[in-house]
């Protein structure tokens, strides 16, 4: 059964923890994107990646990191340094990473800042 | 800077009725137009998507009027169901870039 999974459903961090999102794809897609969702702002994008070993900033990529070490998986980081890390995190993937190719989204994670 | 604006925020449609969302863009670079569909605790999922070579594409209750000299395009759901209750997002992206740029959404209630 082929699809996205994001680990875990629910995630509570305390204040100045650095904190990571697991991202998995069994679809083979070359590209992968990580998004965070926040009420009345749609989807932003934080990083994406087209190719093993590569990835590129997104619109709002200051305070988070990524590494993409294999093709099926792209954890991404919330550190310390993100100033409002409460959202909905989403992680998604596409065949190749060109502009209309349809992305799958995985379930998504909720971080909470205590 | 929203690069594709999208509203209303929030709509209420009787069962049967028509729902529209509207998104307009800015940059005429963009050349394609998807719409996702959201529910509560999901990722969004593809709903329909147009190129702007048409003006309108149907897939079932599902259509997309696109106007391209004004820089809008909509969603129309004909018949709307109270399972279509969802938040839709509108996006664009440019032939020669790497993301789609998103609507901030709009969540629809479709009362039985």
């Known amino acids: 059964d082929g699809g996205i999974t994001q680990s875990p459903k629910y995630l509570f961090r305390k204040e100045g923890q650095n904190v990571t999102l697991s991202c998995e794809q069994n679809l083979n897609h070359d590209a992968m994107y990580w998004y965070r969702q926040d009420p009345g702002q749609g989807l932003r994008l934080i990083y994406y990646s087209q190719i093993v070993n590569d990835f590129q900033k997104g619109d709002i990529a200051e305070g988070y990191s990524v590494s993409r070490e294999k093709k099926e998986s792209f954890p991404l980081t919330v550190t310390s340094a993100q100033k409002n890390p409460t959202a909905f995190y989403l992680c998604?993937?596409?065949?190749?990473?060109?502009?209309?190719?349809?992305?799958?989204f995985g379930p998504g994670t909720r971080l909470t800042v205590l | 800077q929203q690069q594709v604006k999208q509203s209303p925020q929030s709509l209420i449609v009787q069962k049967g009725g028509i729902s529209i969302i509207n998104c307009a863009y800015e940059?005429?670079?963009?050349?394609?137009f998807p719409w996702y569909q959201q529910f509560p605790g999901k990722g969004p999922a593809l709903l329909i998507a147009?190129?702007?070579?048409?003006s309108e594409k149907k897939e079932g209750r599902f259509t997309i009027s696109f106007n391209k000299s004004a820089k809008q395009f909509s969603l129309h759901i004909m018949d709307s169901q109270p399972g279509d209750s969802a938040t839709y997002f509108c996006a664009a992206s440019k032939n020669t870039g790497n993301q789609f740029y998103f609507g901030t959404g709009t969540s629809l209630t479709v009362i039985p």
């Open positions: 940059n005429t670079a963009f050349d394609y």
């Open positions: 998604a993937s596409s065949i190749r990473g060109s502009p209309t190719d349809t992305q799958y």
């Open positions: 147009i190129r702007p070579d048409v």
